[in-house]
């Protein structure tokens, strides 16, 4: 009969399988047979551990003036303040996407500009950079706050030259439709919004959405005969 | 734990509190984790913070193919012993154990009366420790092993199976079968 087994070959024998002479050592020596035994319950305490869970280590506040250092998270209250901004100072730029198509609707039954006149509106405007020209989000933000106040001046400018003519073409079904698609859009804007908030270009839709929504709402309440009211669309 | 997908998204937006819902919901287990392969509690928690600085600075790489829980897991792990080389410039070679080379303050006697495994992974050699706790506790193989600490799998194996050996003295009253003899001591005692 062989002599003990080494240390080293009773903690390997948890996983591993003992050769002929270790096996017939084992079948005749009940200390080895114990001390491998000790070993398998060792290791099924350990691997026990492994679902053990402790109390953290520390605390997620302990975290946060990092995380605001490296800008992986934004304060609370900032963020917040950052929405606002984004939206106060975005709405308009791609207002105009979605106001332009109404102007667009708006000026083609009521042509706003002499007939002959071929210089288009927008010529006249202070040139408005083109994407591939933003530097930086500055750049953008400037691009942004002209086209919105070029949009408002326009939209001031139409209605104070038409007051009367603006919705001829435009019946109440088609502005149902476009009331319908708006619905849709911030809809679909605010649930993206939802997993990014901070996206500019989401938020220029959402917003923009709302706000055509709540114009083609007013405009709907124009048209309308005052015996019929919009309560919700 | 799923987790859910949307939180992660609102996290990697910087979105404070679904970042403080990830650490709420795998704290408990990513910091477990790092306190068994470090061993010293104060350590231990200022690696924690180091992990989840990392686990949210990577969190955009995430692409949901694998359980974040797992995912996250690797980090830390990763992470830990990242901290370890360059904290007490550990290596993870093949060195022999010696009796009582583990740093300890503690009581000697404590050891033989520790009811935590983790209080008796603690008394390990960094190399052992780690070795140990990412084989027998988080299921590692001798491959990854040798892989992530950058030994050889027999360095890995010898590493455990040495491990194993001290732990089962520390832990004798947890893990020791009764032999023959010892029964009539326990039936002894019980009288
Ligand atoms: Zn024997």
Redesign the interface.
Known sequence: MMSHLS??????L?DETPSAAEALHLSAC??CT??V???R???R???Q??T???????S?D???P??RA???????AA?RRRMVMWGSRIAAGLTLLVGGTAIGRVSAGAPLLPKGDEAPIVAELPKIAQPATFRNTNDAMQVLSASQQQYQEAAAFLAAQDTTSHFIGLNQTSFQARLAALDQMAAATRAAL??????PVLNQYYLSALGARAATLKQMGAVMPANRQLVSY | MATDQITIRRAVNGDESAMRALWSAHAPRIDAVVRRLVGDPDQAADIAQEVWIQIFRALPSWRGDSQFSTWAHRIAVNRTLNALRSLRRVQFAEVEIEEGSATTNEDPDRSFVAESIDEAVRQLAPGARAVFVLHDVEGYTHEEIATELGITTGGSKSQLFKARAKLRRLLAHLVDVPTPAKDLDDVASLN
């Not at chain 1, 240390?7 to 390997?12: E, Q």
């Not at chain 1, 053990?52 to 520390?58: K, M």
């Not at chain 1, 939802?194 to 996206?199: I, R």
Request: proline share 6%; glycine share 0%; net charge negative.
């Open positions: 240390t080293d070959r009773l903690a390997a948890v009940a200390s114990a001390e035994a000790s070993h319950r060792l290791v305490l350990a691997a551990a492994a053990r869970t402790d109390a953290p280590l520390s997620f302990a975290l946060v990092r995380l490296e800008e992986l998270s934004v304060e609370p963020r939802y997993q990014a908030p901070q996206d």
